[in-house]
């Protein structure tokens, strides 16, 4: 069984960076796209982004293009978010997922073989 576990979470300013890893233990995440969704208070889980298992394709929801980048390091067998230019709608807590599949549209559904169980990401002055 394909355990995530995030990392990275906290309080910053609106117009601050933080950075989210997402790291596996016992299996290489060689093999599956991984990606990261959000869940904000009151609201329903949505996709941010994933990275393909060669790290050459990856998807972002509008929101966040141009202020989120996704990448993967899998010599170190870890999955990263930089977070920048964060605004208060940011706040969510932030899970990793991983899909033994490509980085697609059903990935950013949700449509995702296992979760991690999050982080908490608070944007706020």
């Known amino acids: 069984q394909l355990q995530l576990v995030e990392s990275g979470g906290g309080l910053v300013k609106p117009g601050g960076s933080l950075r989210l890893s997402c790291a596996a233990s016992?299996?290489?995440?060689?093999?599956?796209?991984i990606g990261w969704f959000r869940q904000p208070p009151g609201k329903e889980r949505e996709g941010v982004s994933c990275?393909?298992?060669?790290?050459?394709?990856?998807m972002y929801t509008d929101s966040v293009k141009g202020r989120f980048a996704i990448s993967r390091d899998n010599a170190k067998n870890t999955v990263n978010l930089q977070m920048n230019s964060l605004k208060p709608e940011d706040t969510a807590v932030y899970y990793c997922?991983?899909?033994?599949?490509?980085?697609?549209?059903?990935?950013?559904?949700?449509?995702?073989?296992?979760w991690g169980k999050g982080t908490l990401v608070t944007v706020s002055s």
């Open positions: 997922a991983a899909e033994f599949g490509p980085c697609d549209e059903s990935f950013m559904t949700g449509d995702v073989d296992y």
């Open positions: 016992k299996f290489t995440l060689d093999y599956y796209a």
């Open positions: 990275i393909s298992t060669s790290g050459r394709d990856t």
